[in-house]
């Protein structure tokens, strides 16, 4: 119970802390409404080419039925390879194949297979898919009483082709969090030791690892309201599509948050007063945000400078909760991302009890 009573202590004076709020949250949502207003873009049609083998009776009657659906704009192509290359550098999101013999196939040999391709970073790639196979389920009750006789086989083909604005969003989120933590912690640590709160804690039937764990557990559930601000905001606002688990992307945002908060007590060990706590947190903070993938992927940097940076704590974070977020992947989908949080959190964690002093 006590644990509870200061871990609410604790978030009360964090919501007291104007200047430490607008930095952790009020600037990084004006971050992302500025950016948010740069690369904002139209809401635009689904462009569906196809490639047509068949050119026969059924093909003909599929294309002329898909380009009567709404949102649905239909580009005939003849290149298979060239539409193929498209999809796959992103400029374009869905090509349909229509096999030779179609009409035969489906008159004696069905299902016949269409092959879609599509963009697998593409977070309505799966409503486009229910709704051609929603499409099709249809057509095969046109064409023969409810015998499929028509079958879609999807090919997910990873891009880049991910809006700004998307790409951005979970990066500014994690930022947030970890300017808070390592900074927010290192400060109140200082000023602590500076007005010797510590030394004072020390002497009263207070256990130590008590006050401690309150701390990190503010820290935490202030980084979970973070998060949901940022991505809220983006999702609300710029309609950048939140579809990963809830409930999975809050656990990859306490994981990572760990690491930040051992820095901090790191950097608050190191700092004789809060100016210099705050300058060493900067010192920490600043060199992460710019070559960690926040504003631009860490694969455009130069090969040795890339790979110092994703075994940094920070790279490997945003590229998760940019996964878990936008694409609904799983922590199963990152493995090497989350065994080098989990090194540093054991690393940290034991520096951070190692160097941490009272006075």
């Known amino acids: 119970m006590l644990l509870v009573h200061l871990t609410l202590a604790n978030l009360k004076m964090i919501v007291r802390n104007r200047q430490a709020l607008f930095w952790s949250m009020a600037f990084p949502v ?78 004696d040999n069905p299902p016949a297979r269409l092959t879609l391709v599509y963009d697998d970073t593409s977070p309505i790639s799966g409503v486009v898919i229910v709704s051609i196979e929603r499409f099709l389920d249809q057509v095969n009750l046109d064409i023969a009483n409810a015998i499929d006789r028509l079958a879609l086989e999807p090919e997910g083909v990873l891009t880049q082709d991910v809006t700004f604005i998307a790409f951005l969003l979970p990066g500014i989120a994690v930022w947030g969090i970890m300017s808070f933590s390592v900074i927010g912690i290192a400060t109140t640590m200082a000023s602590y030791r500076e007005k010797k709160i510590l030394r004072r804690i020390m002497a009263t039937p207070l256990k130590v690892r008590t006050f401690f764990v309150a701390q990190v557990l503010a820290c935490l559930l202030m980084a979970l309201v973070q998060a949901s601000v940022i991505l809220g905001l983006g999702g609300l606002v710029y309609d950048v599509p939140i579809v ?40 920490v903070v600043l060199p992460l945000l ?66 941490f002093r009272f006075e």
């Open 30 to 107: 004006l971050m992302v409404v500025v950016f948010g207003l740069i690369a904002r873009e139209p809401d635009t049609s689904i462009h569906i080419a196809v490639v047509d083998y068949a050119n026969d009776s059924v093909s003909e009657r599929l294309i002329r039925s898909l380009d009567q659906v709404a949102n649905y704009e239909i580009d005939i192509r003849v290149d298979e390879q060239t539409a193929r290359e498209e999809v796959g550098d992103g400029d374009l999101s869905y090509l349909l194949v229509l096999p030779a013999g179609l009409a035969a196939t489906v008159a």
């Open 244 to 283: 990963g688990n809830l409930l999975l992307i809050g656990l990859v945002i306490i994981i990572g948050n760990i690491v930040f908060l051992n820095l901090g007590f790191i950097v608050g060990a190191y700092s004789k007063s809060v100016q210099a706590a705050s300058g060493l947190g900067n010192l």
């Open 290 to 355: 710019m070559f960690s993938g926040v504003f631009f992927s860490p694969d455009s940097l130069p090969k040795m400078l890339t790979a110092v940076v994703r075994f940094m704590p920070l790279a490997p974070m945003v590229e998760t909760v940019r996964g878990v977020t936008l694409e609904a992947k799983g922590i199963g989908d990152f493995p090497t991302q989350i065994a080098i949080l989990a090194v540093w959190i054991g690393v940290t964690s034991l520096v951070a009890v190692k160097v």
